[in-house]
């Protein structure tokens, strides 16, 4: 369960909602402030402020409606509660708007790949 300081971050925009998912071998992580790869190494990305991030590779960024995505977690917390021990009760958790981060969001930039030395 998400403590009242996690909720504070989230509120704040200390943790980032930016996820990239990789086309090739469909890999699904979110960015920090470290670069960060998939599994085949195809795409890469990171943050380099508080809200903009750099991404490269075949991939899509995905974003969260940030207070969806609060509220989301808030409701599930409480029917958490609330849960009777019964597997059929519910079959799924709350839902949340995400989107995919289009080619224009000026907060995410697609550079090209680096290349070792």
């Known amino acids: 369960m998400l ?21 090739k071998c469909s890999d699904v992580f979110s960015l920090n402030f470290k670069e960060k790869t998939c599994g085949c190494g195809e795409t890469k990305g990171c943050y380099i402020d508080e809200l903009n991030a750099e991404i490269s590779g075949n991939c899509e960024p995905i974003g969260f409606a940030n207070k969806s995505f609060i509220d989301a977690i808030k409701m599930q917390q409480i029917e958490n509660k609330h849960y009777d021990g019964n597997r059929d009760t519910c079959c799924k958790g709350i839902e949340f708007t995400a989107f995919i981060i289009p080619l224009w969001a000026s907060s995410v930039k697609r550079v090209s790949a680096k290349t070792e030395a």
């Open 3 to 23: 403590s009242v300081l996690a909720l504070a971050f989230i509120k704040l925009n200390l943790i980032k909602m930016k996820l990239l998912l990789c086309l």
